[in-house]
């Protein structure tokens, strides 16, 4: 079992960074894909970003692709995102997300294990 904890959240203004960790207890981390997950108040969950369990292979949604990257070590059992150039429509609570299995997917029901969720805020 994974149980994944965020950290890393915070208010940025528009154009800032910040760089998300989630801490992730389970000895079996190593063997399956991770996913970072956002959602804004009144909106559905929605997948911003995800690696497979070895990190060679990764999905962005297209709203951040060229501004975030996704990246995991394992011997740390910590899965990161850095988010740069930041706009306030990224603001949401951002999930880790973990899965039993190897490979990415981007339905939210397809994962097994959530975090608490971290506030970013980034204002204009």
């Known amino acids: 079992q994974v149980q994944p904890v965020e950290s890393g959240g915070g208010l940025v203004q528009a154009g800032g960074s910040l760089r998300l960790s989630c801490a992730a207890s389970?000895?079996?981390?190593?063997?399956?894909?991770m996913g970072w997950f956002r959602q804004a108040p009144g909106k559905e969950r929605e997948l911003v970003a995800a690696?497979?369990?070895?990190?060679?292979?990764?999905y962005y949604a297209d709203s951040v692709k060229g501004r975030f990257t996704i990246s995991r070590d394992n011997a740390k059992n910590t899965v990161y995102l850095q988010m740069n150039s930041l706009k306030p429509e990224d603001t949401a609570v951002y999930y880790c997300a973990a899965r039993q299995f190897r490979g990415i997917v981007t339905t939210p029901g397809e994962y097994d294990y959530w975090g608490q969720g971290t506030q970013v805020t980034v204002s204009s």
């Open positions: 389970g000895r079996t981390f190593g063997s399956g894909a």
């Open positions: 690696i497979n369990w070895s990190g060679g292979n990764t």
